[in-house]
């Protein structure tokens, strides 16, 4: 019985214009996106190694040691092929030095602005727009329509079961979707394989969960579609929903939750972390500086009653004491400020945390968020790049610095300059050194943070509950109501 | 035709049914009928008589406010089930999937009413009995006529060989020509031993054919004539007396006498 009318569904399908239409359009969404995706991670692939390389040469020929100012490039990951997630949004490079904070610039988009217009359509977007509109399609009439043209009614008149009935409504449009996915997917990792991306293991691992993802994110529109299918009598209104549905799910809700995050949750802008450093900066360089004539009142006070001769001596005797007391004082400073910039900023991050967290829990509303964070957290793509890269790009920067302050100590050069003004030659910049490029053979190497496959998954657990969550819920609520549906 | 067989049992039987609907109107008032095999009932009324509603509560599409509707002996409401794989149905106007052929539709339905034996020869036998034109097996639906639909589902109860068959105005729609070869088609089955509830509003039809008619009115079963009795009957008299509130509906019944003649 099941079997007869899994068939019937599955043929009606196959056979209709609209099965053939979405076959196409994902084959050649599908295909474009990752044919292009292939190209745009190769190219990403070559620019990185160019930047390596130059930023190797620019190291090699810096003045000294103290110059040295490494620039460190984000890795590409062929996982962007299929979910670009913040890859095109993310600064690609930091410059990592004494002198610089790491901070990720330079973003693809921000180079190339007219692919930003639109973006990139990745998988993942296909899947997210396309797919989830095409199972709205399959599934708005599939109780209803059948019930305005009549066929419920013979099929009834049949010892079939309701709820055969419907689970074979659910098989045959799961197929009928399932397979203009995966056909297309498929050839889309020929392609990647015959064009040499160097897809690891891990990532074979992430792959096979997104397309899983992919298929619960279907699932689930099935199931929306089979539910208001059947609560409704007419597919004229069923449809009407479904597209109202469609519209505030995949793009309204995500963006309201995260909306409504921002205004929930206040976060200071840059701007606004800067001017209380720069308050606090200035603060403690005035107190500073008071407590610095207040130190010089004492010192006089000492000296007071001396003869010039007598000060003289006693200045000199104490001049190295009085000096390491007030060193040791800017020092204070120095490091109180530092101190202040780094709690100031490791506030606004954490305050940023919980406004992302909760603008992900209010966008969660919608199934579709879900997918999306699912899909950026098993490509590598996801908001935590960033701050992934950066850290690991700060710990950098502590072995960098020191490695550059040990070579400046063996060197036994100060990295300063002299400018001689000859009235031949004109002016004249010596850096000290000769013409020896340095030797960066024993610098430390930097190494892009490395997420397992496993923890990818175990941070997208949540998502992939809360689609197998809706989904049963969708499903529970299509068996209800078919079971009670009037089939006149 | 008919009195050797109506001493077994019925295998069609409504047991003082009734329906109201959830807005108030009261569809069947405790109708009670049966039809044996071999036997053709026809429910005979106007619009909104309850016909449709009996054979809906038969099919379980609705349930009976009180009452019982058995096929073969099973309550078609308890156990809807087994009910309906004793009983074939043709609506007033059978819907078939549009995408599929004659023949697709066919075999889906025929194979979902638990025959699954057959093999294409048996099918075109079938729609060939009913009259189907040849060039129409592998044609899609959505290009057929009213007529032609008909006719592919008659074919499809003739296969599904149920021993009890509902029909609902199944000529209502037909030319005359069409509707008399669907009558002749209807009158084979009953010879083959088939029990056949027929509803209609077209008493000449009725009277050819027919072993029983029921003439139903507002839910009420209001008079019950074999066919014998309906011999001598004048046609036009019989509207007056038990159909006036159709014919009030429809308009004069010599217009439609003329019509259906
Ligand atoms: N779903 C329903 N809800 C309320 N009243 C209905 C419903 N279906 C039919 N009726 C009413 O029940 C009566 C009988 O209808 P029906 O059985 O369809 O008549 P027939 O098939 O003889 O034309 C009519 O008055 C009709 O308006
Ligand atoms: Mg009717």
Redesign the interface.
């Known amino acids: 019985?099941l079997s007869?009318?899994i068939q019937?569904e599955l043929?009606?399908i196959l056979?209709?214009p609209k099965f053939f239409a979405t076959f196409l359009v994902c084959s050649i969404l599908i295909l474009i996106s990752i044919f292009i995706g292939i190209n745009e991670y190769n190219n990403s692939v070559l620019q990185y190694q160019t930047n390596q390389q130059i930023a190797q040469q620019d190291i090699e020929q810096a003045t000294g040691w103290m110059q040295v100012r490494n620039l460190l490039h984000r890795e590409p990951t062929p996982m962007q092929i299929f979910v670009s997630g913040l890859h095109f949004d993310v600064g690609r490079v930091s410059g990592i030095s004494s002198f610089d904070d790491v901070k990720l610039v330079r973003s693809p988009y921000s180079d190339e602005t007219l692919f930003a217009i639109f973006r990139f359509i990745d998988f993942a977007f296909i899947v997210q727009v396309v797919l989830s509109l095409f199972a709205i399609l399959f599934t708005y009439d599939a109780i209803n329509g059948e019930r305005e043209?009549?066929?419920l009614?013979?099929?009834?008149?049949?010892?079939?079961?309701r709820v055969q009935y419907l689970f074979s409504k659910f098989a045959g449009t799961w197929l009928g979707l399932i397979i203009p996915l995966l056909i297309p997917i498929m050839i889309g990792l020929l392609l990647v394989i015959v064009f040499g991306v160097p897809v690891s293991e891990s990532d074979w691992i992430r792959i096979i969960g997104l397309i899983g993802l992919s298929i619960l994110y279907v699932t689930f529109f099935i199931g929306i579609g089979l539910f208001i299918s059947s609560v409704t009598r007419k597919s004229s209104l069923s449809f009407l929903l479904l597209l109202v549905i469609w519209i505030s799910g995949v793009l309204i809700l995500p963006r309201m939750g995260v909306m409504a995050a921002g205004q929930i949750v206040d976060i200071e802008s840059v701007a606004q972390i800067e001017a209380k450093q720069e308050a606090f900066e200035r603060e403690r360089w005035e107190s500073y500086s008071a407590s610095l004539s207040e130190i010089w009142g004492e010192r006089e006070q000492e000296m007071e009653g001396m003869t010039e001769e007598e000060r003289r001596a006693y200045r000199d005797e104490k001049e190295w004491e009085w000096l390491e007391v007030d060193d040791a004082a800017r020092k204070q400073v120095q490091s109180d400020i530092i101190e202040n910039n780094r709690t100031l900023l490791e506030e606004s991050q954490n305050r940023k945390k919980v406004q992302e967290q909760l603008a992900f829990n209010l966008a969660r509303i919608s199934p579709v968020s879900s997918f999306r964070l699912a899909a950026m957290n098993l490509a590598g793509t996801d908001i935590d790049m960033k701050s992934r890269y950066e850290e690991s790009m700060r710990q950098y920067k502590d072995e960098f610095t020191k490695f550059t302050e040990r070579k400046q100590a063996e060197s036994g050069n100060s990295g300063g300059f002299r400018i001689e003004v000859d009235s031949n030659e004109g002016v004249k910049l010596d850096f000290g050194r000769n013409d020896q490029t340095l030797d960066t053979s024993d610098m430390p190497r930097y190494s892009a943070p490395v997420v397992q496959a496993g923890t990818s998954f175990g941070n997208s657990i949540l998502d992939f509950g809360l689609l197998i969550v809706f989904i049963i819920a969708t499903f529970g609520g299509s068996f209800f109501a078919f079971l009670r549906y009037?089939?006149? | 035709m008919q009195n050797e067989t109506i001493k077994q049992a019925p295998l069609l039987e409504a047991r003082n049914l009734t329906k109201v609907y959830e807005d108030g109107v009261k569809a069947l008032d405790n109708l009670q009928l049966t039809v044996h095999p071999g036997e053709i009932f026809a429910m005979l009324g106007g619009n909104g008589a309850g016909k449709t509603t009996t054979i809906n509560i038969f099919l379980d599409f609705i349930q009976p406010t009180s009452g019982n509707a058995f096929i073969n002996g099973i309550d078609a409401n308890s156990d809807p089930l087994e009910a309906k794989k004793n009983v074939a149905f043709v609506s007033e106007n059978v819907q078939l999937y549009p995408n599929f052929t004659a023949m697709q539709n066919v075999d889906f339905f025929v194979r979902l009413g638990g025959k699954s034996q057959y093999k294409r020869s048996d099918y075109e036998d079938a729609l060939v009995r009913v009259g189907l034109q040849r060039e129409a097996f592998d044609k899609k639906l959505k290009d057929f006529s009213k007529g032609m639909r008909q006719k592919c589902g008659i074919a499809i109860a003739i296969l599904k060989d149920a021993p009890a068959i509902l029909l609902d105005e199944p000529t209502s729609g037909l030319d005359p020509k069409a509707g008399k070869e669907f009558t002749r088609l209807v009158g084979d089955l009953r010879d083959e031993g088939k029990a056949i509830l027929m509803s209609t509003h077209d008493i000449f039809r009725a009277k050819e054919i027919s072993d029983h008619v029921g003439i139903l009115n507002a839910g009420v079963l209001v008079a019950r004539k074999t066919n014998a009795e309906l011999k001598g009957v004048n046609l036009e008299e019989l509207y007056v007396e038990y159909m006036a509130g159709y014919m009030e509906e429809v308009g004069e019944p010599s217009a439609l006498i003329n019509n259906l003649s």
């Open positions: 019985m007869i009318l019937k043929k009606n056979l209709s043209n009549g066929t009614k013979l099929a009834f008149s049949n010892p079939v079961s009037d089939m006149r």
